[in-house]
């Protein structure tokens, strides 16, 4: 399931992060990555322990928080803090699969890493290239969406970012683990979330057919969950 979130973040909040990652004192991006991914990635990262990462993250989960559309299709149970990437001219990242668990900065946890996030923080005219390219059961994806706007796809996809041919690419990038591990069983609480929600527009909200469809989108999610 690839799901793209417009407008994430506010014109103002995309200006604020940016202005704090550019004040950030970036690293080669292949110093956080292991060996296979370190041959195929050529970028720039801000340090995932400095503070312009901490500080620009919280305002990203500050979103997440509050955006129906991840809640619905992520059912997250926990979301690793943001990090950030620049990719100039004659940067990429060829195809990889990103790693299945991964660790907590700081806090000596890990998480297992069911989905992917990219958050576009350049507007798309400002550069050439930079296509995040997806490839799930469905075909190949190119991905390249307006600022401040997000794509969230199954981290078990193969996936690269195409050369910059013109300008930079600034984004962000994280993971998140779902409440509910098999991605099938994720996708049909979304499709039925997604039903109700669309019902509710047309049908009284206590209605006795939305009320049952409720109460089978809850009793699945307590059927499945995993805490």
Known sequence: MLIEIPQLLSAEEITSVRDIIERADWIDGRAT?????????????VPEDSPQARQAGDIILRALGRNALFNSAALPLRVLPPLF?????????????????????????RMRADLSSTLFLTAPEDYDGGELIIEDSYGVHAV???????????????????????????????????????????????DLDRGIVDLRKSVASDAQGILLLTGVYHNLLRRWAEL
């Open 33 to 45: 990555a292991g060996e296979l991914a370190s041959r195929a990635k050529r970028n720039a990262q």
């Open 144 to 190: 390249k969406l307006a600022a401040g706007s997000m794509v969230l796809y199954p981290a078990g996809s193969l996936h690269r970012v195409s050369e910059i041919t013109r300008g930079a690419r600034l984004s962000s990038f994280f993971w998140t683990q779902s409440m509910i591990k098999d991605e099938g069983l994720r996708t049909t609480l979304y």
């Open 85 to 109: 990437n620049r990719y100039d001219t004659g940067m990429f990242f060829d195809a990889h699969v990103d790693g299945a668990v991964r660790s907590a900065p700081g806090l000596g946890t």
